[in-house]
């Protein structure tokens, strides 16, 4: 097992004892105000649009954010003046229609509510040109159905007021397109006795499981599940959700079941006051093999689905603030590898693995950050005698999922004001991985040794 802390698996701290019980009080984030659907349209005046198509429709708010936007018409023509180069079409739609996500526009596009010329185009990175006439409907929101679950729950704490829970990796923390079961919220309705419910696709869609631990304030008048209707809301629906850990990343998450436990852990978050730390194994070693990088993270232009982080003038317009900590904890494969230790002072989208990447050390089976089967083997190999390479291979190509842990996480609670830690050691998979490492580290230098003589 993994001698990081002196504390076993799960293992709770606080300056006194500690109640645990279950109750059916769980919070839920429900909108406090009704949706007003908009109808807006942009319609072009005439079929001519040559040069500027129009900079007074430009002026012009499609369509507000508080609407679902469902029934929304953009009819223009592709602007003369647009740089040379691929244009995608949902890029081009989105940039039309103000406020409005690509995951919905992508959604209409797939729906075949998208004309290019009078065709009709499927295509989301279809490619548009200056002069094409563009016909688009914006797609009605589809509801998605959060319903009780009996899925295990590792639950690390419980009382009234929090829940504290060690997620499995490959567990999706909440509902969203293509993940409409088996997610912890899922599992949190089924455990705490509470009723199916409803959500606007149009959220689940802004809030894929791209994400690893970002913070989520979400501040209402509601303070129980009691008369929750199944109709469809606007706001997310997602039960006591403060922060989240992306899908293939396991470790502890703590759960709000009132509205007041919410806010002072939202708080919390947002003052940057919660402990939280996190270890992973690393495709290299980073140099120096202690630091902090403070480089701001925000969504790769060229990968809807990746981060990145960069540092400079070239740094994106969106990207944010992002600070961690790191220290390598053991140097494994010869320094093929490292077991590395994270503390986040920000807490980003894919924070850590993207920081990762910008120091050159991806996370062991991050293959979206570049440590692809092939990098890791170009790594171990030339630091392992050749009688080790299939079992080389054979790790790596078992290895699948980001190897990262949410190792410990601290906060005071939000009723007590008691400082509570806990603490829970990696999984199985990772601990076969870590172990896996260690044993090449120590075979090759039996080798080399040997060889030596």
Known sequence: MLSVHSCGCCRVFAARAIQFQTTPSLFFSTPNYK???????????????????????????????????????????????????????????????????????????RAGLVQVNGRVVDKVSFNVKAGDEISCTISELQTLRAVPENIPLDIVYEDEHVLVINKPAHMVVHPSPGNTSGTLVNGILHHCNLPNVEYSKEEALSNTEDSDDEFNSFY?????????????AVASIRPGIVHRLDKGTSGLLVVAKDEHSHMKLSEQFKLRTIKRVY?????????PVAGRVEVPVGRDPNNRLRMTAVAGPLN????????????????????????????????RTHQIRAHAKYLGVPLLGDEVYGATR???????????????????????????RPCLHALTLGFKHPHTGQEVHFSCEPPADFDEILNQL???SNEGAFFTKHSIS
């Open 35 to 109: 949706s007003r659907v908009g109808t807006a349209r942009r319609v072009a005046a005439s079929s001519g649009f040559a040069g500027d198509s129009g900079s007074d429709l430009r002026q012009e708010t499609i369509a507000d954010t508080r609407t679902n936007y469902a029934g929304v018409r953009l009819e223009e023509t592709v602007d003369n003046g647009i740089r040379s180069g691929k244009l995608r079409l949902d890029s081009w739609i989105s940039s039309r229609i103000s406020g409005i996500s690509r995951a919905r526009v992508q959604s209409s596009i």
């Open 220 to 232: 209402t008048n509601a303070s129980s599940c009691e008369g929750l209707s199944s109709r469809p």
């Open 279 to 287: 270890v992973s194994l690393t495709a290299g070693l980073p140099t």
């Open 316 to 347: 994106p317009r969106k990207s944010r603030h992002a600070a961690s900590r790191y220290k390598v904890i053991e140097i494994l494969a010869r320094g093929g590898c490292a077991l590395v230790e994270w503390k986040l002072e920000t807490g």
């Open 374 to 400: 092939s990098m890791v083997l170009s790594l171990l190999r030339p630091r392992t005698p050749s009688g080790l390479h299939s079992k080389i291979v054979q790790m790596v190509s078992r290895i699948d």
């Open 438 to 440: 260690r044993k090449i």
